[in-house]
């Protein structure tokens, strides 16, 4: 297919260097700032714009991977007079619905990563979620995502939302629990390298047992004197302390909530 | 060596199955409940004990894996009459200062790592932070730690406590994000299967970039729009609401912080 994307940020560059791998032609590549649209473009074999109005009529498929908040007005400007194209946003948390007065032919492709532009992801064992307008897009939309990876679910907006949600905490808050981590050890001139092995069975260990059966730790056993002690040593930092309460004090309820299923 | 195991949890039935791999002899399993001990002793070629007194003087070392809380009157207990022994405890957020009195020689061995009784952990690659109450007990640790994993550090009680409270945030509340995100999708009929690329990814991305460089979503690029929404989601669960806000707070102002040092 030939593609034109919308968008130059971690998505946009990932998407479209999976895309170009699996053989379809990046048509143009669209970023407001066109430092950023040459810099992918370029890497695509594509031609850079960064005007609305230079968005030609050229491909099939337009890619929207920007940020939530400018989606509706790109979404109005981009779509204006290319009734029989079709528009992807990639967005988990917006609803397919944003394309409708805008668009005839439309859908969601949310491929479900944390994206950086210095790490080119693995596309194909990548699970995406689709949705479309009509079947007929649909068909298609799920053509041009099993080009790409092997995982393809088709999804509604209103459980996606969820699945994003969800998404922000298995990733983003994660990654800052590992981000506390690294400035708790900085501070005491440990290397953030000995915590690796523990990131890595900890991610590890849920290919094989619920998060609920492999949890550990002060909170779970309900320690409540390790816990003050952490509390203590977490003084300086009022809001970390915070998180750090309610975290044990979730991990405590939830612990006998699983319980009381159990019996 | 010839080692005897007080404690039958997670963290002894590990320990002791790399000590046993090592070619050390373990002699004997105590357990306050004596099916606990039975049990990870027939899987050592050890004698169970469930009482004190009947811990013998036939090892070299005792290594007390226990609930924090039970330690300090557990070692008074074991290290009775035993002042040519070495005693170890395991636990990260203990002082070593606990054997005193108590002990002659003596010092901690703690390896960082989650562990589960269903989950054999390669000890190799493992940190182990040890600690001893003088240069010659040390020199006898370290040789048992180096028995069981390549990585082995020396690490002061002062500073072992944070690093406790650093795996508490990288694993425990980690396996937390995990257990809220698995909630949410249930609730929704999505797989927690799905996640699995999501949270490998995360892990991953560490091992080359730092947390602060790593974060993606909607805190760190402080989208308002999408965070209300989510925090709109969670409604039904005013703690994980609770817990979503001081997060995306700490990620925001972890950001800030971050880029003013760059600058």
Chains 1, 2 share one sequence.
Not at 17 to 45: F, M, P, T
Not at 53 to 72: P, T
Not at 211 to 217: E, I, K, R, S, Y
């Amino acid at each position: 297919m030939k593609i034109t994307l919308i968008g130059s940020g971690n998505l946009a560059t990932n998407i479209g260097v999976a895309l170009k791998n699996a053989g379809h032609q990046i048509v143009q590549v669209y970023s407001r700032r066109l430092l950023n649209a040459v810099s992918l473009a370029s890497r695509l074999e594509a031609k850079a714009v960064n005007q609305f109005s230079e968005i030609n009529g050229d491909a099939d498929v337009y890619i929207l991977s920007l940020k939530d908040s400018v989606l509706q007005e790109v979404i109005a400007a981009v779509c204006k007079n290319k009734s029989d194209k079709i528009f992807l946003h990639t967005a988990g948390s917006v609803p397919m619905a944003l394309f409708k007065g805008s668009a005839v032919r439309y859908g969601v492709l949310y491929p479900m990563q944390t994206f950086s532009k210095e790490r080119v992801v693995d596309f194909r064992s990548l699970p995406c979620f689709i949705e479309a307008c009509d079947n007929t897009v649909l068909e298609k939309i799920k053509t041009l995502a099993l080009s790409i990876s092997t995982k393809v679910y088709t999804l509604s907006s209103a459980d996606r939302k969820y699945l994003h949600l969800a998404a922000v905490f298995a990733c983003n808050f994660v990654n800052h629990c590992y981000e506390i981590s690294s400035e708790l050890l900085a501070a005491h001139s440990v290397p953030f390298d000995v915590l690796l092995p523990l990131i890595d069975e900890t991610a590890h260990k849920v290919h094989e047992l619920s998060p609920a059966h492999a949890q550990t730790g002060p909170a779970v056993r309900y320690d409540e004197n390790v816990m003050e002690k952490h509390k203590m040593l977490l003084a300086a930092s009022p809001l970390w302390q915070n998180i750090y309460e309610l975290m044990s004090k979730s991990i405590h309820q939830t612990a006998i909530i699983n319980n009381n299923k159990r019996i």
